[in-house]
């Protein structure tokens, strides 16, 4: 019972952060109607529990990433940190920078992004999060028959940082790259069950706008899988995102420094 609540913890964390805080938040890849958009938010809140990602500053932080992306100024960046735990505690820095809006970002990275007042503060307070870890823990003395499967549990409280870090330091260093481009993006595994299609980041670098991470016959994303499952039972749209409600006061998608835009084309 232990091992297949871990998996299915991981998998449907990193799943929610994939579709919503990173392909609906941060770059508009697919619209939906303000009741499925409700829904999806606060199911990403409750299965994300411990370690919820505020969409805003998650949003913001990664617009800052692709636009700086392994220069000084990328928020994690393996060519600038000495390992993977100082470059999560640099990102977690800003991002509760971003969160209490203590930083102010620049005007490009803002807008587009979903925002529930309500559902957003109680999630990020500690209050909840150690509430969700106590929940966690809880299964674990009803459920746990062998001693190794205590040693998962401090996982389900950082599982959302976890992924970060997985993504971020090794879909920056390790791997193979379909494309050259200036960051040093690479695609960690070809068919990327670990981390639901996060881990092409040398094909989504280097086509930002496209829904779909996996851009040869080899690969396989399976976020985007879901996304076509959404789409055809009509819950999502795959359409530019930038004639969504959220877009009104901010139309411009954001560029990046070449011109190419972060956000989801009209030729879709
Ligand atoms: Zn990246
Ligand atoms: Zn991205």
Redesign the pocket.
């Known amino acids: 019972m232990v091992p297949f609540f871990f998996a299915s913890h991981w998998s449907l964390s990193v799943l929610f952060q994939s579709l919503f805080q990173?392909?609906y938040a941060?770059?508009r890849m697919f619209t939906m109607g303000p009741r499925t958009e409700r829904a999806l938010h606060l199911s990403a809140a409750l299965v994300q529990g411990s370690s919820y990602l505020d969409p805003r500053a998650y949003a913001i932080l990664?617009?800052e990433?692709?636009a700086y992306a392994d220069t000084e100024r990328d928020p994690h960046s393996p060519t600038h940190q000495k390992n993977p735990l100082r470059m999560m505690l640099h990102t977690a820095r800003r991002y509760a920078g971003l969160l209490t809006r203590r930083i102010s970002a620049e005007p490009r990275f803002l807008g587009g992004y979903p925002e529930w007042p309500a559902v957003d503060r109680l999630f990020s307070r500690w209050p909840t999060r150690i509430a969700f870890g106590a929940l966690y823990a809880l299964f674990y003395r009803r459920f746990a028959t062998r001693r190794w499967h205590w040693a998962l549990l401090p996982m389900h409280f950082v599982m959302g940082p976890v992924h970060g870090a997985i993504v971020n330091w090794c879909g920056h260093r390790y791997g193979y790259r379909n494309f050259e481009s200036r960051d040093a993006s690479r695609n960690t595994l070809p068919v990327d069950v670990l981390c639901m299609g996060e881990l092409f980041q040398n094909n989504?670098?280097t086509r930002?706008a496209s829904p779909d991470f996996a851009a040869r016959r080899f690969e396989m994303d399976p976020t985007w899988q879901v996304m076509r499952l959404l789409a055809r039972l009509k819950l999502i749209r795959l359409t530019p995102a930038s004639l969504g409600r959220h877009a009104e006061p901010h139309p411009s998608p954001v560029r990046r420094d070449d011109g190419t835009s972060?956000w989801a084309s009209p030729s879709l």
């Open positions: 990173h392909r941060a770059h990664h617009r990433h692709h989504h670098h930002p972060l």
